[in-house]
């Protein structure tokens, strides 16, 4: 396995700019899940997906934040009008079928709203 | 709800000392608990886990937890740190979610700085 990989590791962007992220989770994983982590907190989970159907949301998911996994593989994860409060970093995380308990997570991405 | 309690922020430790990092969990249902490690720029890394069975978890880097079901706690121990232990640790809980998932809600976490 190569691990959950996520791309780009950092993103500095301006306010009110939209900004996507991408997750690609271990292979054959059917199931994937994104969380925030703020600066001195630990991550708070915002989506999950089975296969490339989005199952939960959290209400932190905002309507200015969309989530998809199209073909049931990788994901992408985009914020729309970018606030300063959206300032964190974005895990993604992925778990088999055999191991539904485990999440393997990625390195997570950045983001920085100027 | 389920929420997790890591009370201690920072713990600092000599090497090769032992240490123990608390962690206290509220849950209405039956628990799964988990305690990942994160590097600097790093995601998370599952270090250990209880799912069910003895209440006694061994983990990788010679990590242990015990489950304690009366206490509500999951307490990280390691009888000796090395300096390259020093990194910020999270207690979990799982919850299931529709379709067999489990959704994670972490503690705020605890910097272990390990000192010469």
């Known amino acids: 396995d190569t691990g959950v990989s996520q791309d780009p590791r950092h993103k500095i962007t301006k306010r009110g700019q939209n900004v996507t992220f991408r997750c690609d989770p271990i292979?054959?994983?059917?199931?994937l899940y994104w969380y925030r982590q703020t600066l001195g907190q630990g991550p708070e989970f915002l989506t999950y997906?089975?296969?490339?159907?989005?199952?939960?949301k959290s209400r932190l998911l905002s309507d200015r934040f969309s989530a998809e996994r199209p073909k049931g593989s990788f994901s992408t994860l985009e914020i729309q009008r970018t606030e300063q409060g959206d300032s964190a970093m974005y895990l993604c995380?992925?778990?088999?079928?055999?191991?539904?308990?485990?999440?393997?997570f990625g390195p997570g991405t950045r983001l920085t709203v100027l | 709800a389920q929420s997790v309690t890591q009370l201690d922020s920072q713990v600092p430790v000599f090497e090769e000392a032992p240490v123990e990092l608390r962690c206290n969990y509220s849950?209405?249902?039956?628990?799964?608990l988990f305690w990942y490690v994160q590097y600097p720029n790093q995601g998370l890394q599952l270090l250990l886990k209880?799912?069910?069975?003895?209440?006694l978890v061994k983990g990788i880097n010679g990590f242990e937890a015990e489950f304690n079901k009366s206490q509500t706690s999951f307490h990280l121990r390691k009888p000796s740190v090395h300096i390259s232990d020093t990194a910020e640790y999270f207690c979990?809980?799982?919850?299931?979610?529709?379709?067999?998932?489990?959704?994670?809600?972490f503690g705020t976490g605890t910097q272990l700085k390990v000192e010469l």
């Open positions: 209880y799912l069910s069975g003895s209440t």
């Open positions: 997906f089975q296969n490339e159907a989005q199952l939960e």
């Open positions: 995380a992925s778990s088999s079928r055999m191991s539904t308990d485990t999440q393997y």
């Open positions: 979990a809980v799982s919850l299931r979610l529709t379709g067999g998932g489990n959704k994670l809600t």
């Open positions: 849950s209405s249902v039956s628990v799964y």
């Open positions: 292979s054959e994983h059917n199931r």
